[in-house]
């Protein structure tokens, strides 16, 4: 079960966490970002495959992912689940419950991870104090509207090779703004997940892989993915599917 961990005085906050540059306080003044460290006095670890939150639950915060990886997705009347993104370190999670205070998606553990616990109602307050705060929401919302683009232009318009192309281009890139190795990176999800995301089948994914290994695209062990032709994959992607 997830397991809330209250902050002590110690604990690393937003003027001092290593990806306040890419997080909540990406842009705005020093000291600004120190008024944030009020804001945040809980983090959530999620053991892996568990929810941080289920589909009708109360949207009372939204989460910075400390470290880990998420997955959230939608649920039909008939149970069918349809992902809709993959989240990393310093992205923000529970958006999708701000307009009715309810969320209308899981959020899912792809491996154990933990979050910042940013509650709505403080935030809502502490925005009056900071002039920086609402625009940086409006940045976060941007860019969840223009990766719901992304993705239904590569759904709608791209090839299966192209989709492929497009999401391991997209993970390469937001690997590298994190420090990590653009090139070489171990997949957190599974083969079907991507193709739930991308949709595509389990087989059409495992095909693709062993079609651009043979290509000489990329390398493959498992879930080691080992990028070999950048440049060949960024041409064949043609749209970043976010």
Do not use: W
Not at 50 to 64: E, H, N, T
Request: aromatic share 4%.
């Amino acid at each position: 079960m997830p397991k809330r961990i209250t902050l002590t005085p110690e604990a690393s906050r937003c003027s001092t966490c290593m990806l306040s540059e890419i997080c909540l306080p990406l842009g705005m003044p020093r000291n600004e970002v120190a008024q944030l460290d009020e804001l945040v006095q809980e983090r959530i670890r999620i053991p892996k495959g568990k929810a941080l939150f289920q589909l009708g639950d109360k949207a009372d915060a939204v989460y910075g992912l400390r470290f880990g990886s998420l997955k959230t997705q939608l649920e039909d009347a008939s149970g069918h689940m349809q992902i809709t993104g993959f989240l990393l370190p310093g992205e923000i999670v529970g958006l999708d419950g701000l307009l009715e205070n309810t969320h209308v998606c899981q959020a899912i553990a792809l491996e154990d991870s933990e979050v910042c616990v940013i509650p709505l109602n403080e935030l809502d307050i502490l925005g009056q104090k900071l002039p920086s705060l609402q625009p940086q929401f409006r940045r976060l919302m941007s860019k969840e509207i223009n990766r719901s683009h992304r993705l239904a232009m590569a759904l709608g318009a791209l090839r299966s090779e192209q989709r492929l192309a497009a999401f391991l281009v997209n993970l390469s890139q937001r690997l590298a703004i994190l420090g990590y190795s653009p090139v070489e990176f171990i997949l957190r999800m599974s083969r079907e997940e991507i193709g739930n995301y991308l949709g595509l089948t389990l087989e059409t994914i495992s095909r693709l892989f062993s079609r651009f290994a043979r290509e000489g695209l990329i390398r493959v062990q498992q879930r080691e993915v080992h990028i070999l032709d950048m440049r060949t994959l960024q041409e064949l992607s043609g749209n970043d599917c976010g």
